[in-house]
């Protein structure tokens, strides 16, 4: 039942994919002179050895196109298989659901026509003029590692030409959509997706026509020629032929997409293991399996998301430290100054990882020098106390120092603290006050709390209880 269901499921997208097929090969095949179709009937039935495959399809591909390429009449007809194809792809996504899961049902046909005018028109004028410059070659090639080759190199050619046409699009700014990875359009989830698509089409065809010419010749070969009647109905047999290869394609390529219990499909964890980065990030919407999540944001945080290092770590530190750690981790060795310093917290009072000062130590100064604040604040507190350094207190104020001219709160507390003990600097009550009070408005509750008590006691001030109240208050 699970079979069938699967088969249900898919169906309809696939005999939509065949059909779209079957109309361009027929439409293509009904524009030929009569006198070339019989000369293609011929050979398929094998009465024909000067014809080849690539002159057969290359009759079809000019009866779509025009024989002149450089021409507006080419120009415009490329531009309407342009916007033919975007358009089917973009009923493909919706007949799938991908809009809904993947772009939550925001892209309207009108938008993914207008990106695709944006993008492809010029796109697929050149990758057409390519394709076709290769097959006119294809004929001096007798060997079939040879004219794989050539088919390989005109499929890296089409996916050079859309890539380099969507980074000049990007860089104009003409569609609103920024750093979004190759991964990402490739698994559908960029506006991009549906133009990227639509480049391969004539590459797909011909695979497909390759195929489908040799099974035809295959079945004549072996005087099964009424099974296939090409011989009458040469225009027919070769467009259902073809159309049942994209079927039988389009049923294997959805076996790789079909979802997991995780709600992933092997293509979608395979691309996200290997490719990491924003397309992981994307596949959260994907699934609800806790398992599946983590591992998709830990290779979305090792691939740069760092905002995801950041968020996921927050949330897990206080009960699971040492994936925190792994996030922080991740987000240290990329450069993020705070993930270092977070890092270091963990270190130092071992939490998901083994205590460790001297490493605390060494985050703290890579977070510290990246320009991270409380970093500084960790470091020094490390120099007062003599962990995983020599004992300092001279430098532990610089740091302090370093950590409270940065904005850190608990920074401005501990310089006042030294200014107030004379330790590592010139004994300075009234400085202490103004520090714990600096701290108090940066909102630290112990800087309210010590300012209170100096005032209280009067140290380095006339005793004010009334204000040291409101300061008590406030912590």
């Not at 120009?75 to 009923?91: D, N, P, T, Y």
């Not at 380099?164 to 190759?182: C, H, K, L, M, P």
């Not at 040492?322 to 240290?332: S, V």
């Not at 003990?421 to 006050?433: F, K, S, T």
């Amino acid at each position: 039942m699970e079979w069938l269901t699967f088969i249900g499921e898919n169906l309809p997208w696939q005999v939509y994919l065949a059909a779209a097929f079957f109309i361009m090969t027929s439409t293509a095949l009904n524009l030929l002179a009569q006198e070339r179709k019989d000369e293609i009937a011929l050979w398929l039935m094998g009465a024909q050895p000067e014809e080849s495959w690539s002159k057969s399809f290359l009759s079809l591909f000019d009866a779509l196109f025009g024989k002149h390429h450089l021409s507006a009449r080419c120009f415009a007809r490329s531009c309407i298989a342009s916007v033919l194809a975007v358009s089917g792809i973009w009923g493909l996504m919706a007949m799938t659901g991908t809009l809904e899961t993947r772009f939550a049902g925001a892209m309207a046909w009108t938008e993914a026509l207008a990106i695709g005018i944006a993008v492809n028109l010029m796109a697929d004028y050149v990758s057409l003029l390519e394709t076709r410059f290769l097959l006119s070659r294809m004929d001096r090639l007798r060997s079939f590692g040879a004219q794989a080759l050539v088919l390989l190199a005109d499929l890296i050619l089409s996916a050079a030409i859309i890539l380099v046409v969507i980074e000049v699009v990007r860089w104009t700014g003409v569609v609103a959509e920024d750093n979004t990875s190759w991964a990402a359009i490739g698994l559908a989830f960029s506006v991009y997706s549906a133009p990227f698509y639509s480049t391969f089409l004539t590459s797909v065809w011909t695979w497909v026509y390759i195929l489908s010419t040799w099974v035809l010749r295959l079945f004549t070969g072996l005087g099964l020629n009424r099974l296939p009647d090409v011989e009458h109905r040469p225009t027919l047999m070769l467009s259902l032929t073809l159309s049942g290869f994209v079927l039988a394609g389009a049923y294997a390529s959805s076996l790789g997409l079909e979802r997991g219990g995780d709600g992933l499909s092997p293509l979608e964890r395979t691309v996200c293991h290997y490719a990491k980065g924003d397309v992981c990030e994307r596949l959260l919407v994907l699934t609800d399996n806790p398992t599946a999540k983590l591992t998709l944001a830990l290779n979305a945080c090792e691939g740069g998301v760092e905002t995801r290092c950041m968020d996921e770590a927050f949330a897990r530190y206080e009960t699971d430290g040492q994936t925190a750690a792994r996030f922080w981790r991740a987000a240290c060795d990329r450069g993020n100054a705070r993930g270092c310093s977070n890092l270091g917290v963990l270190y130092a009072q071992g939490l998901g990882v083994a205590q460790d000062a001297v490493q605390a130590a060494a985050l703290y100064r890579q977070g510290c020098d990246g320009g991270n604040a409380p970093g500084c604040t960790g470091l020094g507190v490390l120099y007062a106390q003599g962990l995983g350094v020599a004992q300092d207190a001279v430098q532990a104020a610089a740091l302090y120092r370093q950590g409270c001219d940065g904005g850190d709160a608990r920074g401005c507390t501990n310089l006042g603290v030294l200014y107030e003990q004379g330790l590592g600097v010139a004994q300075d009550e009234p400085r202490a006050l103004a520090l714990y009070e600096q701290a108090c408005d940066m909102g630290q509750a112990t800087g309210c709390y010590y300012a209170g008590w100096n005032l209280r006691d009067g140290i380095g001030v006339a005793r004010d209880v009334q204000a040291a109240l409101t300061l008590f208050l406030k912590a």
